[in-house]
């Protein structure tokens, strides 16, 4: 499952970063990385952008950049 | 602070000097705790070789001359935006005693991770827990005494807002300075723990020669520091050490299940920082029921899927309301008070030459860059209430949909509306946009959207063509297909010059604050100042630039015959219809008139007559021009504007229709001003730029014509 597919105030755990060395940097620094919690907080319309939560920040990114991060349930 | 005799003006000749370098993640308050600390001498300027503002405070505190550096915040050393790689460049590189990491009190466990990359810096560091108000206020108890002790650098609780605990941060940074740096305590998991202590021994056995300790060395080759490895590269023990390093990486990789060194740091990090916060921060009752917090309920409002948009656009209204309205009543005053400057000095000087230099050259050319700042410093403030708010991000969120689809940014949307009143605010607010890319092309398509300047010009052809009932329309036309053109534009160098991989998307939307007016009043000043400073000079320089094409060469002959002309005219009528031909006469022969008759062929196929062109090419400088100059070579006299009657039939009378629509055509598209080019230049970082924007709009703004021009005449002939 991605980020992208995960509904609304469900919360969820990176289990891989499928990203470019780049995008994954980007990710790292705003604390996306393994075992890292992540709770889906909103969408932007037709839902391009999604709104999540890490630890107590709040984070946008878009639908491709949702799509490369790969979560389980918990 | 206050109480204490921090005085400015006199730094004793004994007192040592400290310099400071302010680092920290975006929004944690460095730039309000450079602000706290009172009677401090603020310097404005620029990181070199790069657009980014760089604020220093100067200050004398105790028996110590203080420089503190507001470095721009950065997540991580990334070099992702600009100002990450002016702060990462800044700290490898420049010469600083000490570092102050400010970090949020209310969010530790994020700031640690950019305190951890600090730590391995080898510098003497000071951990300023700032916003300890608020923390508190939310409940979150941090033991300082026990991270300092757990992290081995001092930390000390203040908050830029109350001005708490400022002086004893200062005190701190004395005393850090005066001791021997301390090795901080960076704990890592065991299997790097095992590198490092390999790597340590075999380092030890060869008694390898090194500034910082063995430990900060190994951490640094292992983290793949390109410093340290440059360093150890030429050492001879190189060929036995690489292989080692090579096998400590696979190790610690194949431990972290990536094959990314720095995401397995990463993880090491996240994992100490998460220790040291459950180790340090407690928790009253109340903050971990996790109630709504304020920033939950203003964001079910404000990012509404549904009404998230419209109340955005009504903010933006508002701001462009307030820009263009309020901001044009103070630059009446400023217009007139140069024109009495002017005329005042006017008499003063004997010299026609230097008189007109003076009055026309220069008070007309600082005139006009004295003119925008109202505009500015109003749009500036605008800025920095969405920013300082935390607005701004949300408004990133909710329009990225639709502008990513053009290739641009959702707060492209910022600059681009702004460009509808003036380029150089608009140009100017490019700036939130982190990322180069996203900016350059933004700004490349800022002029699109058609200034207000535009206006007058567009009114006249309006009024000469059509009827007052369709004026409105057509001007709706224009503005509208200026816009789609340019996000037409955008998409196009997207897919050719800005080609590439899309950057990537991922922001911070940092909670609700109310503004600070400290705040905005420096952050404000700061631009404005920079302003002026920067662009200022370069408009003025341009301003005289085109006031001298188009003054000389000067036909004293003219002069000479037309003054016994107007001399004798028998009516005022006929006396103003000679002094107009002068000027035309005048106008014709200068460089500017030169110009506009050699480059006749060039313009031919558009359909303009070498008039027209006269009138494009003075455009250049500024769009205001554009109608005065019409205005004197259709003879009117100099002083004609967009609702001049005669001026309008007259216009109908000499240029066919056609010609008028690729005339259009060219002002919609090609370049704003000599003033927004320069500011344009400034901000995109190089005059390359404006180059290539010169050459690019021009040739637009040619090929559109040529077909507007071409396919007008076939359906209305003419
Ligand atoms: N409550 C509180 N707010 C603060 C404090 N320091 C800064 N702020 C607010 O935090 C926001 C970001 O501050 P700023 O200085 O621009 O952060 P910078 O990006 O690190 O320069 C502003 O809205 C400030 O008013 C503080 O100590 N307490
Ligand atoms: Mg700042």
């Given at each position: 499952m991605t980020l992208y597919e995960v509904e609304k105030s469900k919360k969820v755990k990176v289990i891989k970063l499928n990203a470019s060395y780049e995008l994954k940097q980007r990710l790292i620094s705003f604390g996306i990385m393994k075992d890292a919690v992540i709770e889906v907080l909103e969408h932007a319309p037709r839902k391009k952008t999604i709104e999540v939560r890490v630890g107590k920040m709040r984070l946008a990114l878009r639908a491709e950049e949702a799509q490369q991060i790969e979560v389980e349930e918990i | 602070m206050k109480q204490q005799n921090i005085n400015p003006e006199a730094c004793p000749v004994t007192?040592?000097?400290?310099?400071?370098?302010?680092?920290?993640?975006?929004?944690?308050?460095?730039?309000?705790?450079?602000?706290?600390?009172?009677?401090?001498?603020?310097?404005?300027?620029?990181?070199?070789?790069?657009?980014?503002?760089?604020?220093?405070?100067?200050?004398?505190?105790?028996?110590?001359?203080?420089?503190?550096?507001?470095?721009?915040?950065?997540?991580?050393?990334?070099?992702?935006?600009?100002?990450?790689?002016?702060?990462?460049?800044?700290?490898?590189?420049?010469?600083?005693?000490?570092?102050?990491?400010?970090?949020?009190?209310?969010?530790?466990?994020?700031?640690?991770?950019?305190?951890?990359?600090?730590?391995?810096?080898?510098?003497?560091?000071?951990?300023?827990?700032?916003?300890?108000?608020?923390?508190?206020?939310?409940?979150?108890?941090?033991?300082?005494?026990?991270?300092?002790?757990?992290?081995?650098?001092?930390?000390?609780?203040?908050?830029?807002?109350?001005?708490?605990?400022?002086?004893?941060?200062?005190?701190?940074?004395?005393?850090?300075?005066?001791?021997?740096?301390?090795?901080?305590?960076?704990?890592?998991?065991?299997?790097?723990?095992?590198?490092?202590?390999?790597?340590?021994?075999?380092?030890?056995?060869?008694?390898?020669?090194?500034?910082?300790?063995?430990?900060?060395?190994?951490?640094?080759?292992?983290?793949?520091?390109?410093?340290?490895?440059?360093?150890?590269?030429?050492?001879?023990?190189?060929?036995?050490?690489?292989?080692?390093?090579?096998?400590?990486?696979?190790?610690?990789?194949?431990?972290?299940?990536?094959?990314?060194?720095?995401?397995?740091?990463?993880?090491?990090?996240?994992?100490?920082?998460?220790?040291?916060?459950?180790?340090?921060?407690?928790?009253?009752?109340?903050?971990?029921?996790?109630?709504?917090?304020?920033?939950?309920?203003?964001?079910?409002?404000?990012?509404?899927?549904?009404?998230?948009?419209?109340?955005?656009?009504?903010?933006?209204?508002?701001?462009?309301?307030?820009?263009?309205?309020?901001?044009?009543?103070?630059?009446?005053?400023?217009?007139?008070?140069?024109?009495?400057?002017?005329?005042?000095?006017?008499?003063?000087?004997?010299?026609?030459?230097?008189?007109?230099?003076?009055?026309?050259?220069?008070?007309?050319?600082?005139?006009?860059?004295?003119?925008?700042?109202?505009?500015?410093?109003?749009?500036?403030?605008?800025?920095?209430?969405?920013?300082?708010?935390?607005?701004?991000?949300?408004?990133?969120?909710?329009?990225?949909?639709?502008?990513?689809?053009?290739?641009?940014?959702?707060?492209?949307?910022?600059?681009?509306?702004?460009?509808?009143?003036?380029?150089?605010?608009?140009y100017m607010s490019a700036r939130i946009l982190k990322n180069d890319r996203d900016r350059l092309l933004t700004l490349f398509i800022i002029g699109f959207m058609s200034c207000g300047a535009r206006l007058p010009v567009y009114v006249l052809f309006a009024g000469a063509f059509f009827g007052q009932d369709m004026a409105g329309t057509v001007l709706f036309i224009i503005y509208v297909s200026g816009a789609i053109l340019g996000l037409i534009a955008a998409k196009v160098l997207k897919m050719t010059a800005f080609k590439g991989v899309d950057e990537p998307f991922v922001m911070e939307m940092p909670k609700y604050r109310l503004p600070s007016f400290k705040l905005i009043w420096h952050t404000v000043l700061t631009q404005t100042i920079m302003y002026l400073k920067k662009a200022g000079t370069f408009i003025a320089g341009a301003a005289m630039l085109i006031w001298f094409l188009s003054n000389y060469p000067h036909n004293e002959l003219l002069d000479q015959e037309y003054s016994v002309k107007i001399e004798q005219a028998a009516t005022s009528e006929q006396k103003r219809e000679y002094e107009n031909k002068l000027a035309e006469m005048q106008l014709e022969q200068s460089y500017l008139g030169r110009i506009g008759k050699l480059t006749e062929p060039l313009f031919e196929p558009l359909g303009f007559d070498w008039k027209m062109n006269v009138a494009l090419q003075a455009g250049l400088a500024a769009k205001e021009v554009v109608v005065s100059t019409l205005g004197v070579l259709y003879s009117m006299g100099g002083d004609v504007d967009e609702t001049s009657h005669s001026l309008a039939e007259n216009i109908r009378k000499h240029i066919p229709f056609a010609s008028a629509v690729s005339f259009i055509v060219v002002v919609m598209v090609y370049l704003p001003c000599l003033a927004a080019t320069t500011v344009f230049a400034k901000e995109a970082g190089s005059w390359k730029y404006a180059f290539y924007l010169f050459i690019f709009t021009s040739v637009v703004a040619y090929v559109l014509a040529f077909i507007a021009y071409n396919v007008t005449r076939v359906l209305v002939g003419g």
């Amino acid at each position: 499952m991605t980020l992208y597919e995960v509904e609304k105030s469900k919360k969820v755990k990176v289990i891989k970063l499928n990203a470019s060395y780049e995008l994954k940097q980007r990710l790292i620094s705003f604390g996306i990385m393994k075992d890292a919690v992540i709770e889906v907080l909103e969408h932007a319309p037709r839902k391009k952008t999604i709104e999540v939560r890490v630890g107590k920040m709040r984070l946008a990114l878009r639908a491709e950049e949702a799509q490369q991060i790969e979560v389980e349930e918990i | 602070m206050k109480q204490q005799n921090i005085n400015p003006e006199a730094c004793p000749v004994t007192a040592k000097h400290i310099k400071v370098a302010l680092v920290g993640q975006p929004n944690v308050g460095k730039s309000m705790l450079i602000n706290s600390i009172s009677n401090a001498h603020l310097h404005v300027g620029n990181f070199s070789g790069v657009t980014v503002d760089k604020t220093e405070v100067l200050f004398d505190y105790k028996d110590y001359h203080f420089t503190v550096v507001d470095l721009p915040g950065t997540y991580a050393f990334t070099d992702y935006t600009i100002e990450e790689r002016v702060t990462h460049e800044y700290l490898c590189a420049e010469d600083y005693d000490i570092i102050i990491n400010v970090v949020d009190s209310t969010n530790i466990e994020k700031n640690l991770q950019l305190t951890s990359e600090l730590l391995t810096m080898s510098k003497k560091i000071v951990i300023a827990l700032n916003m300890s108000d608020e923390a508190e206020k939310e409940g979150i108890l941090i033991d300082e005494k026990y991270m300092s002790e757990l992290l081995g650098v001092s930390c000390v609780k203040v908050s830029a807002a109350t001005k708490m605990g400022i002086e004893e941060l200062i005190d701190t940074v004395i005393e850090v300075y005066e001791k021997p740096k301390q090795e901080p305590k960076l704990v890592f998991s065991e299997a790097v723990e095992e590198e490092i202590e390999k790597i340590v021994s075999y380092l030890k056995k060869h008694k390898y020669k090194a500034v910082n300790s063995y430990r900060n060395v190994a951490i640094n080759l292992l983290k793949n520091n390109k410093k340290t490895y440059e360093k150890l590269h030429d050492d001879p023990i190189w060929t036995e050490l690489q292989p080692i390093l090579i096998e400590a990486s696979r190790h610690i990789e194949l431990h972290h299940d990536t094959d990314d060194i720095k995401e397995a740091f990463a993880e090491e990090y996240a994992s100490f920082n998460r220790g040291i916060v459950a180790e340090v921060v407690k928790y009253t009752a109340d903050e971990r029921r996790e109630k709504k917090s304020l920033t939950e309920k203003i964001d079910a409002i404000l990012i509404h899927p549904v009404f998230g948009i419209p109340i955005f656009l009504f903010f933006m209204w508002g701001l462009f309301q307030l820009t263009f309205t309020l901001g044009n009543i103070p630059m009446e005053w400023i217009d007139g008070f140069f024109g009495w400057l002017g005329e005042t000095i006017a008499p003063t000087i004997s010299n026609d030459d230097i008189r007109s230099l003076v009055v026309d050259g220069i008070i007309g050319g600082v005139g006009a860059v004295v003119l925008f700042t109202p505009n500015i410093i109003i749009l500036f403030i605008g800025i920095a209430l969405l920013e300082t708010t935390g607005y701004m991000s949300r408004v990133a969120f909710l329009l990225d949909g639709f502008f990513h689809k053009f290739g641009l940014h959702g707060q492209s949307f910022i600059p681009l509306v702004t460009g509808f009143g003036c380029s150089i605010p608009a140009y100017m607010s490019a700036r939130i946009l982190k990322n180069d890319r996203d900016r350059l092309l933004t700004l490349f398509i800022i002029g699109f959207m058609s200034c207000g300047a535009r206006l007058p010009v567009y009114v006249l052809f309006a009024g000469a063509f059509f009827g007052q009932d369709m004026a409105g329309t057509v001007l709706f036309i224009i503005y509208v297909s200026g816009a789609i053109l340019g996000l037409i534009a955008a998409k196009v160098l997207k897919m050719t010059a800005f080609k590439g991989v899309d950057e990537p998307f991922v922001m911070e939307m940092p909670k609700y604050r109310l503004p600070s007016f400290k705040l905005i009043w420096h952050t404000v000043l700061t631009q404005t100042i920079m302003y002026l400073k920067k662009a200022g000079t370069f408009i003025a320089g341009a301003a005289m630039l085109i006031w001298f094409l188009s003054n000389y060469p000067h036909n004293e002959l003219l002069d000479q015959e037309y003054s016994v002309k107007i001399e004798q005219a028998a009516t005022s009528e006929q006396k103003r219809e000679y002094e107009n031909k002068l000027a035309e006469m005048q106008l014709e022969q200068s460089y500017l008139g030169r110009i506009g008759k050699l480059t006749e062929p060039l313009f031919e196929p558009l359909g303009f007559d070498w008039k027209m062109n006269v009138a494009l090419q003075a455009g250049l400088a500024a769009k205001e021009v554009v109608v005065s100059t019409l205005g004197v070579l259709y003879s009117m006299g100099g002083d004609v504007d967009e609702t001049s009657h005669s001026l309008a039939e007259n216009i109908r009378k000499h240029i066919p229709f056609a010609s008028a629509v690729s005339f259009i055509v060219v002002v919609m598209v090609y370049l704003p001003c000599l003033a927004a080019t320069t500011v344009f230049a400034k901000e995109a970082g190089s005059w390359k730029y404006a180059f290539y924007l010169f050459i690019f709009t021009s040739v637009v703004a040619y090929v559109l014509a040529f077909i507007a021009y071409n396919v007008t005449r076939v359906l209305v002939g003419g």
